[in-house]
């Protein structure tokens, strides 16, 4: 079965840290984009950072740049997305994406095959 689960959520106060994972298994996903999005309370999902096959190039939202940094470990299987200096604007729940093509602008358009379950997290001011 193919999947991509997160990890890494929590609860930090402003100016604070985190850093989620998302695990693929099922198959390789080393030729494939994937990336992250989220959904603040009350609010629609939006796209958050991408990452294209290779992780040689990256994508953000503005309201993000600067300080998330969007990776991935294609001998694991995983992408991470180390998240600092965080606002309590950046609460919400984070879900793991993936297509099955090696393009950042798929992820970006929600061209997405695969999602997971997402994982909270909650900043405190």
């Known amino acids: 079965q193919v999947q991509v689960v997160e990890s890494g959520g929590g609860l930090v106060q402003t100016g604070g840290s985190l850093r989620l994972s998302c695990a693929a298994s099922?198959?390789?996903?080393?030729?494939?984009?994937m990336g992250w999005f989220r959904q603040p309370p009350g609010k629609e999902r939006e796209f958050v950072a991408a990452?294209?096959?290779?992780?040689?190039?990256?994508e953000y939202a503005d309201s993000v740049k600067g300080r998330f940094t969007a990776s991935r470990d294609n001998a694991k299987n995983t992408m991470y997305l180390q998240m600092n200096s965080l606002k309590p604007d950046d609460t919400a729940v984070y879900y793991c994406?993936?297509?099955?093509?090696?393009?950042?602008?798929?992820?970006?358009?929600?061209?997405?095959?695969?999602w997971g379950k997402g994982t909270l997290v909650t900043v405190s001011s």
């Open positions: 994406a993936a297509a099955m093509n090696p393009f950042i602008m798929t992820i970006r358009q929600g061209g997405v095959d695969w």
């Open positions: 099922g198959r390789d996903f080393s030729g494939y984009a």
């Open positions: 990452v294209d096959w290779k992780g040689s190039s990256a």
